[in-house]
Structure formats: structure tokens, C-alpha cells
């Protein structure tokens, strides 16, 4: 059985988090509800956290599926080096934009989703995971086969002559003999 990879589990968690966070910030802050600064609080942290989880990690073994639109984001949370490429780090900060986000209805859902995404990139850091950038491919494909760039010399094999279909111009000599007698009243 495969190793876990906690990190893809954090990424979408966190994600998802962040615009649970936004959209609760939006609407606190739409709201005019009281304590409306922790949502418009919401608003700057969970946009935060949605350019920050957007480009996901290359995985350790397999296929790694960007998003669309990834590679700008990629370039940007790259240029910040161990601060975003530390799941460790991405765990406190996590767990550190929650908190405000608890002391307002509005946001509590966000709050505690991000929470979690917390504890996920904290388990993600004890089994030693770090985020890797999914770059686009530098390298060409391997050439193909000398027979895929040259057409094919021979013709393909065709039946021998007797057993082609015959032409139209003689009906007697184009119709087939039927091996097996037919009559018509056999009912």
C-alpha cells in the first residue's frame, strides 16, 4: 500500500477554507454586523489563503495535475522560498489567520476549516512532505521510430485475384454460387 500524501489533502482543505473564509468575510462585512472588523479581517485572510493554496504540490510518485491558470501563482509562492516551501510554516500561519475568524459568526466556518487545513499540514510536516513547484515541461519527448517518419515501401497484403470481388460487367461471371441448394418451398 502507497504512503499517504497529507500535503494534497491540506492544499484542497486550505483552499476551500480560504473562500469559506472570504465569502464569510463578505458577508459580515456587507452586514454591517457587530464586530465587523474580524470579517473584513476574513475577507484579507481568506484571499490570502486562496493565492497562497492555488498552485498545488508535485507529488512524490505519479502524475501531478496543475490548475489552470497555475503557473503565475506557482512563480509568486516559489519567490518566497522556505516561508511557503515549509509545511510547517503553512501550518502556524494557517492556524494563526484562524483565530480572528472565531470571534464572529459569520466566519466561524471558515475558521474552522482552516483549522483543520492546520492540522493537516502539520501532519503532512512530521512525515517530512515540503512543496515542490509543477513546472512546465523543458525537455522534448523522445524521437519516435525510423518506421513512424518514413511511409511504408510495400503495399498491403491484398487476396489472390480469384478471390477479389468480380466486376459488374459480366452478371453471370459476378455472381457468387451458393454452396448450399436453395428451393422455394422448404415451409
Known amino acids: 500500500m502507497g504512503k499517504i500524501e497529507w ?3 491540506a492544499n484542497e482543505q486550505a483552499l476551500a477554507a480560504g473562500l469559506i473564509y472570504l465569502v464569510g468575510g463578505i458577508v459580515g462585512v456587507a452586514g454591517q454586523f457587530r464586530g465587523w472588523e474580524f470579517a473584513a479581517f476574513g475577507i484579507a485572510a ?16 505519479g502524475t501531478s495535475m496543475a490548475r489552470t491558470g497555475q503557473y503565475c501563482f506557482t512563480v509568486c509562492v516559489k519567490a518566497f522560498g522556505p516561508l511557503t ?11 494563526a489567520l484562524a483565530v480572528p475568524g472565531g470571534f464572529m459568526l459569520a466566519t466561524v466556518l471558515g475558521c474552522v476549516c482552516l483549522g483543520i487545513a492546520s492540522l493537516i499540514y502539520l501532519s503532512a510536516a512530521i512525515h517530512g512532505e515540503h512543496w515542490e513547484p509543477i513546472l512546465p515541461r523543458t525537455e522534448s519527448r523522445a524521437p519516435m521510430g ?23 460487367e459480366d452478371l453471370e461471371g459476378a455472381a457468387y454460387v451458393n454452396p448450399i441448394a436453395v428451393t422455394a418451398n422448404e415451409f
Open 146 to 168: 525510423d518506421s513512424v517518419k518514413k511511409p511504408p515501401q510495400n503495399p498491403p497484403p491484398r487476396p489472390p485475384m480469384e478471390l477479389r470481388r468480380k466486376r459488374m
Open 85 to 95: 516551501r515549509n509545511y510547517y510554516v503553512r501550518a502556524f500561519l494557517h492556524a
Open 7 to 9: 500535503a494534497m489533502w
Open 46 to 61: 481568506g484571499s490570502f489563503v486562496c493565492l497562497l493554496e492555488y498552485p498545488r504540490s508535485k507529488r512524490n510518485k
